[in-house]
Each structure stands twice: as structure tokens, then as C-alpha cells.
């Protein structure tokens, strides 16, 4: 069974920073992309940051130059570094692993999700 498990979420100051990390974990082959999603409270979700196996990102037009998303192939995990954070930023962040090759085939997964509040 593949999981993927979330965390770095919390409470920060606007103009603060934070670094969401999530690991995937199970009989894992492969990963395709790996991706940042947020949804905030009465939105529909939405995509922040995704990065292909190959290292090719993505970014929301809201985020870009504030927000940095990486991945280490070894360890199945991917971060994602939010730095200058608005309180428009505030949403659960959510994990995303697409096209992962496990045991059970090719599947799509999502983590649980992890709170960014953003402050004063």
C-alpha cells in the first residue's frame, strides 16, 4: 500500500516562510509527477507547484517567485519551500503523486493534508 505523508504545515507571520516536505512510501517503483495542491476554506482546490520525475516545474502565477518546489528521486520525497507567505496563502496543502508504479499497478495518490495559516 502506497501512503503519502505530509508535513512542515503550521502558523506563520506574513513575509515568513515555511517548507512542506511529503514522503511517499509502499512498494514503489516509480513516480512520475509530484505536485502541491491547496484548497481554501469555501474554494475548490487548486494546483501550486508540480515537478516531474526529470526535474520540469510548474508553477500557479500566484506563487511563482515566492515558492519553490523539489524532489529527491531517492527518497520518494518532494518539498516545497513558500517563502514571502500572504494570508491569501492560508488553505490545507495537499500531496499529490501521479503515475506511481507500485505492486498495485499505476495509481494516482494524495496525502492527507497539512494546514498553512498565514497571520499576524
Known amino acids: 500500500q502506497v501512503q503519502l505523508v505530509e508535513s512542515g504545515g503550521g502558523l506563520v507571520q506574513p513575509g515568513g516562510s515555511l517548507r512542506l516536505s511529503c514522503a511517499a512510501s509502499?512498494?514503489?517503483?516509480?513516480?512520475?509527477?509530484m505536485g502541491w495542491y491547496r484548497q481554501a476554506p469555501g474554494k475548490q482546490r487548486e494546483l501550486v507547484a508540480t515537478?516531474?520525475?526529470?526535474?520540469?516545474?510548474n508553477y500557479a502565477f500566484s506563487v511563482k517567485g515566492r515558492f519553490t518546489i523539489s524532489r529527491d528521486n531517492a527518497k520518494n520525497t518532494v518539498y516545497l519551500q513558500m517563502n514571502d507567505l500572504k494570508p491569501e496563502d492560508t488553505a490545507v496543502y495537499y500531496c499529490n503523486a501521479d503515475g506511481v508504479l507500485s505492486r498495485a499497478g499505476y495509481n494516482d495518490y494524495w496525502g492527507q493534508g497539512t494546514q498553512v495559516t498565514v497571520s499576524s
Open positions: 509502499g512498494s514503489i517503483f516509480s513516480i512520475g509527477a
Open positions: 515537478i516531474t520525475s526529470s526535474g520540469s516545474t
